[in-house]
């Protein structure tokens, strides 16, 4: 789910693509043709660099931030890997973990309250249940804990009606909603990127997924390869899925819609053969739909965080602490008691234990 | 006294002969003896007087005979208005609202999920069946031009397809499954790029084809006037001709013959102005009251709609927010929305009072939208749902009396528009076989008042 900052990020990268596509098929005989069309993109690349630029004014050399490794000219995936930053760093690397109350936890504490953009929509992550009408999932699990460290630690207080108060945050007022100190923070399904980390801080990782296809049971596709051809393939507009599919589409048709959810509408009504979104979104659209699975190996390596306002250190720190606590204790963790009750049987078999979280790193 | 059974004596035509002038002169001269018989009849008082007879009595019956046509077609474009093309407009833009009230019943229904009032799953059903029974009665006439036919097909084969969508999403719905809303907003963007565009269409093309036939029915009957004038001139002529000659003021005949052309012209006048200030008051005072206020009846439906859809969406996006914003801007945004609007063409107070009630309560409305937006916006989802489809104080209660208003603004115009209209046709009765009787007294008025004229020569 890419906010601006990916868009913008993803209009540079095709730029920078689109000379080196024109290159390959120079072979042809409609060679004018050709120029002017790289002519045009190179133009467009200028373009874009000053537009996504912008403020920062390097936005076109930025390495590309949301773990797309360019793949290979071949079009064969590449061993999926987390992208480095252009500083050389993991996105993934935070604050190091430390409780320590500065300005934003003493924000919080005054306030008496914890606010936290969410996502309504995203099945097992976070989205309204039908019984309660609270909003629950994976991401709110999180939540709760670390507004339960919040309480334990007494900065919010014990007796407090509600500790924690939830916004639904669209996805592309997710930064916005951030830096304008609307909420704390967002929990809301969202990937670590390097472009992000320029407008907000990120917690540590607290899961790892990647970009993968979803079909229904007898599609005879089987993969990202071939078998995609004259397939009609659904990804979510802006997404890092488009961008993959956009720049090698192994003959497939493709459907861009407002929201992966609009993607598995299509599949669902033969409009599209197939989806590709994230393994952890696509868990939700199994669970919604057992008739679907992922197929292949996922294309790139992503992790949600926690993402923050970028002067909100202190709070980073905390939510860090939170996360090692979180994380630890093997398979009766709490990590893991909340991927056994939401993600089991989507993501990995029912009945085994869930797979290890991600490591923490850190910058200092 | 038999004629011998000889060839004619007139010169033999020459059948065998091919050339062309040869075909000239014989018609010259039958025309030429034509033209010299009547001169030499003009040279005679009884010729003249028999020329006059003839075309004073052509001239009065081509005056009826004109009047019975243009009156007959312009009674028949009234009926017609009255009888079936403004129906057709109004079918068509009741088709539209059923579906957009639909749309918005279904959302509203949506956002209740299992706890849905049984009253708005009959409301749906209720719009979807009455667009649907319209959409069949609309598929069975046979007049429709082949673009009604069109847009009645998409909308007969895509409805269908909307009900399916809608079904799918409340199921999903049920099962606490965020993907029934993904359907819903599927089913949303069908009804309004497929279902409404369609009908939309429809209903322009009714509309038009009713404004024309408005029109049609208002037009000035120039010919039958015309003739009315030249008849009446030179039945003046005639007996001014009559006095000189003779020196006797009056010529019972030719007098009979201008009362007759007389009364028929002013009949046909009186009747005409009558009809026309009649449909020119449907047309303006009850067609455009109907046109303004279905626009919007549909505002208010759309955005009902919309304004449900921001909740169904919980938080994925503003579009609807925007959507909401536009339709309530264009419906009661004081001078220029649509109620303002209708509240000006609106003639009694009959009228303007339900749209004034509507103008409140849209107004009462927006205020709690307002109230519910601020809800959902800091967090409280729930209570922002109490507050748009709540029992109490919600914006759905406002949005209830907006619509009820409009229905009673509504039903009360298209009364006024079907009396006018029943004005206008009435004024025409019995004028076209009063055209035929007038016409033919007339005449033998002026036959017998030359003939009374033409029995001092004998």
């Known amino acids: 789910m890419p906010d601006r900052a990916e868009r913008t990020e993803r209009a540079a990268r095709t730029a920078r693509r689109g000379p080196a596509s024109a290159r390959a098929r120079r072979a042809t005989d409609r060679r004018a043709l050709l120029l002017a069309a790289a002519g045009l993109t190179l133009a467009g690349a200028v373009l874009a660099g000053s537009v996504s630029g912008g403020p920062r004014g390097d936005g076109v050399h930025k390495a590309p931030g949301h773990a797309v490794a360019e793949p290979a000219e071949d079009g064969i995936a590449p061993a999926a890997e987390p992208e480095p930053c252009a500083d050389g760093r993991d996105p993934a690397e935070s604050y190091s ?119 229904p049971r007898n599609s005879p596709i089987d993969g990202y390869d071939a078998s995609l051809a004259g397939k009609t393939v659904c990804s979510a507009a802006g997404s890092t899925a488009e961008t993959w599919l956009e720049h090698e589409s192994h003959g497939a048709e493709l459907v861009a819609e407002p929201n992966h959810l609009d993607c598995l509408v299509h599949v669902q009504l033969g409009l599209a053969d197939a989806l590709m979104t994230d393994s952890a979104l696509a868990a939700g659209h199994i669970a919604q739909d057992p008739s679907m699975r992922l197929i292949g190996e996922p294309l790139t390596v992503e992790s949600y965080g926690v993402a923050m306002n970028l002067n909100d250190v202190d709070l980073v720190r905390w939510v860090n602490a939170v996360l090692e606590d979180y994380r630890d204790g093997g398979s009766q963790s709490r990590w893991a008691q909340a991927a056994d009750r939401w993600l089991q049987g989507y993501l990995y078999p029912q009945g085994e234990p869930p797979p290890a979280p991600p490591q923490p790193q850190y910058r200092d | 006294m038999t004629h011998p059974p000889s060839a004619p004596p007139v010169a033999p035509p020459q059948p065998a002969v091919p050339a062309p002038p040869s075909a000239e002169p014989p018609r010259r001269t039958a025309f030429a003896e034509a033209v010299t018989r009547l001169r030499a009849a003009a040279r005679t008082e009884p010729g003249r007087l028999r020329t006059i007879g003839a075309v004073v009595a052509g ?203 007389v009364v028929l012209l002013a009949w046909l006048a009186g009747a005409h102005t009558l009809a026309r200030g009649a449909l020119h008051e449907a047309d303006r005072d009850a067609a455009q009251s109907l046109g303004v206020l279905n626009e919007a009846w549909v505002e208010a439906l759309q955005a009902r709609g919309d304004e449900s859809m921001t909740l169904v969406m919980r938080g994925a996006g503003s579009e609807f927010e925007d959507s909401y914003a536009e339709h309530m801007g264009r419906l009661a945004d004081g001078e220029g929305g649509a109620l303002d609007e209708a509240h000006g063409l609106a003639e009694d107070i009959e009228g303007r009072s339900p749209v004034e009630a509507a103008a409140g309560a849209s107004a009462e409305w927006a205020e709690r939208h307002e109230a519910a937006r601020a809800s959902e916006q800091a967090g ?79």
């Not at chain 2, 084809?209 to 006037?225: C, E, K, Q, V």
């Not at chain 2, 709540?390 to 209660?397: A, F, V």
């Not at chain 2, 009435?426 to 007294?441: E, N, Q, R, T």
């Open chain 2, 380 to 458: 409280e989802y729930e209570e922002a749902v109490d507050l748009v489809i709540g029992s109490e104080d919600s914006t759905g209660q406002s949005f209830d009396r907006v619509d009820a208003s409009l229905r009673e603004a509504v039903e009360h115009e298209q009364a006024e528009f079907t009396a006018a209209a029943d004005d206008g046709h009435g004024a025409f009765g019995g004028l076209p076989a009063g055209a035929v009787l007038l016409a033919l007294l007339g005449a033998l008025g002026a036959v017998l008042g030359i003939g009374r004229r033409l029995s001092e020569y004998r």
């Open chain 2, 59 to 261: 001239l009065l019956l081509l005056f009826g005979a004109l009047t019975f046509y243009e009156i007959t077609d312009r009674a028949d474009a009234a009926s017609t208005v009255r009888d079936s093309s403004q129906r057709l407009s109004e079918d068509a833009s009741e088709i539209y609202r059923s579906l957009a009230d639909a749309n918005t019943t279904a959302a509203v229904g949506f956002l209740a999920g299992a706890d849905e009032d049984a009253e708005v799953r009959e409301r749906y059903e209720r719009q979807i069946d009455h667009a649907a029974g319209l959409l069949a009665s609309a598929a069975a006439r046979s007049s429709q031009s082949a673009e009604a036919a069109e847009y009645i097909r998409i909308l007969g084969l895509h409805l269908p397809e909307y009900t399916g969508l809608v079904e799918t999403a409340r199921t999903n719905n049920r099962q606490g499954h965020p993907l029934g809303g993904a359907y819903l907003r599927h089913a949303d963007q069908q009804m309004h790029e497929t279902l409404l565009r369609a009908a939309e269409d429809l209903y322009a093309l009714e509309t038009e084809r009713f404004r024309s036939d408005l029109a049609n029915a208002r037009d000035w009957p120039w010919l039958a006037l015309a003739a009315g004038a030249v008849a009446l001139a030179v039945l003046g002529w005639a007996q001014r001709r009559h006095f000189l000659r003779t020196n006797r003021v009056f010529n019972r005949g030719l007098l009979a013959a201008t009362a007759a052309a």
């Open chain 1, 97 to 215: 973990a430390e409780r320590l109350a500065g300005d934003a936890v003493e924000r919080i504490r005054d306030r008496g309250q914890l606010i936290v953009g969410v996502d309504q929509n995203s099945y097992l992550w976070g989205y309204r249940s039908p019984e309660t009408g609270e909003i629950v999932g994976f991401d709110l699990d999180l939540v709760q804990a670390i507004a339960d460290d919040l309480v334990e630690e007494g900065v919010l207080g014990e007796d407090a009606q509600n500790p924690v108060k939830y916004l639904a945050i669209p996805t592309d007022q997710r930064t916005r909603a951030i830096r304008d100190q609307e909420v704390d923070m967002v929990v809301r399904a969202m990937s670590i990127t390097c472009d992000r980390w320029e407008e907000v801080a990120f917690s540590t990782a607290y899961f790892e997924t990647g970009q993968q296809l979803l079909v």
